[in-house]
């Protein structure tokens, strides 16, 4: 069983996960002699970024001492659906930022999670567990190199990072997405507060 240690009062959370790229396949074509996707037009499709989380460890109290963990699915940086060089992620993360105007990573230093203090909201004391999350804005998008003959695959990498920690037994949902979907992963939640009753 994994176990993670995390401080109650924590000011960062680093962690280093290993940025993937694409590797050959027997059924994976490969790149044409010469096809550059710096020197011929690359055109983009199905250009799609998403929330998605990438570790979860659940705490039996307040996030402190250790932690099980519930998931580590890591986002890699990749080039799927053809044999490409591994310069292709750094030039292909290039030509996308010039379409999107994100900051695209293909590359996670030990640094790039940082989480702040985190303050709870109203809970309930029966549900001591917390849960420490951490995630990334997975970006992808299908590509076509115009080489002859076209190449054709999908890249993957992202464009943040982010982790924070709740308390299962907070009434009020998580607001943002990673949050919401970190909570999922609370053995058990309690009963939203009642809304306030309005004043005529």
């Not at 059924?27 to 096809?35: D, F, L, R, T």
């Not at 567990?129 to 299908?142: P, T």
């Not at 990072?161 to 607001?175: H, K, N, V, Y």
Request: proline share 8%; with cysteine; net charge negative.
């Amino acid at each position: 069983m994994k176990m993670i240690k995390v401080g109650r009062w924590m000011l960062a959370f680093l962690v280093a996960l290993p940025a993937g790229c694409a590797r050959p396949t027997a059924e994976v074509a490969g790149v044409p002699a010469g096809c550059d996707p710096e020197k011929s037009p690359v055109e983009w499709s199905g250009i799609v970024q998403e929330p998605v989380l990438e570790h979860v460890s659940l705490f039996a109290g307040d996030v402190l001492g250790e932690g099980r963990v519930v998931l580590d699915a890591p986002v890699t940086a990749a080039v799927t659906g053809v044999a490409a060089p591994e310069t292709w992620l750094r030039i292909l993360a290039t030509e996308l930022e010039n379409v999107t105007g994100a900051d695209i990573q293909t590359v996670r230093s030990s640094s790039s999670y940082e989480m702040g203090i985190g303050s709870w909201g109203a809970a309930n004391s029966d549900i001591p567990e917390s849960l420490a999350y951490m995630g990334v804005r997975r970006i992808s998008a299908g590509f076509t190199v115009a080489c002859t003959p076209a190449v054709s695959g999908t890249f993957t990498a992202w464009t943040e990072t982010t982790a924070s920690a709740l308390m299962c037994g907070d009434r009020m949902p998580p607001e943002d997405l990673y949050g919401q979907a970190a909570r999922k992963y609370c053995p058990r939640t309690p009963q939203p507060l009642p809304s306030a009753e309005p004043t005529w």
